[in-house]
């Protein structure tokens, strides 16, 4: 089955800088890529999402890149903002999975004022 | 829309009770996920269904789990008999075509602690 690894695990980074996730997947049939943001005490929320025909998406201060070559893809926050922290989930699926997500571990983002 | 709703949102029982985690989705999705999520393993699918089919349910841990979907606006899974291991945050998600990878649409979760 899929396995996705997401890294770091921790991210801490001061208002105004860019912050960079990144995963990787080990099945090559996966082609839907989605990020997930998490505050404390609520469910994780779709911020972005990149399929398989797409390098690279971008909705304003997010962005999401893909390598499938690599087998990796990334998310990138720019101009951070205090209310960006929260932890951030990568995932993958395949369209032979229903629609079934295999999610990475998370990274917790702290963005410092 | 009011999102997908689950209830309760904290459930604290005693080691060998039965639970019952209920979830609404979200009106006209037709399929629905339950993912379990703890610290060491993260977010876990334990099953799915697809018009109220369970379609995937190989990430029931064990048999003390069972899932069900009367209909198309509810579902819940029950766990008899409890035990602390089960300990964790219990998501319901539902999904309008997860065949086309339409988004995920989460609900705030169930925080379960058995002692």
């Known amino acids: 089955g899929e396995n996705v690894e997401q890294h770091p695990s921790t991210l801490s980074v001061q208002e105004g800088d860019s912050a960079v996730i990144k995963c990787t997947y080990s099945d090559s049939a996966s082609n839907y890529f989605p990020w997930y943001k998490q505050e404390l005490g609520k469910g994780p929320q779709l911020i972005i999402d990149?399929?398989?025909?797409?390098g690279e998406k971008k909705d304003q201060r997010i962005a999401v890149t893909l390598n499938k070559t690599a087998k990796h893809f990334s998310l990138h926050i720019t101009e951070t903002q205090p209310e960006d922290s929260a932890v951030y989930f990568c995932a993958a699926s395949s369209g032979t999975s229903y629609g079934k997500l295999t999610f990475g571990q998370g990274t917790i983002l702290t963005v410092h004022p | 829309d009011a999102g997908v709703i689950q209830s309760p949102r904290h459930e604290v029982t005693e080691m060998g009770q039965e639970v019952t985690l209920r979830c609404k989705p979200i009106?006209?999705?037709?399929?629905l996920f339950w993912y379990r999520q703890t610290m060491m393993r993260g977010l876990e699918l334990l099953i799915y269904?697809?018009?109220?089919?369970?379609?995937?349910d190989s990430g029931m841990p064990e048999d003390r789990f069972s899932a069900k979907m009367p209909n198309a606006s509810f579902s819940t899974l029950k766990i008899q008999p409890s035990e602390p291991r089960d300990s964790a945050v219990y998501f319901c998600a539902s999904s309008l075509r997860p065949e086309q990878n339409s988004p995920l649409h989460f609900g705030n979760g169930t925080r379960l602690t058995v002692t």
């Open positions: 269904f697809n018009n109220n089919v369970p379609i995937d």
């Open positions: 990149i399929r398989s025909n797409v």
């Open positions: 009106s006209g999705h037709n399929s």
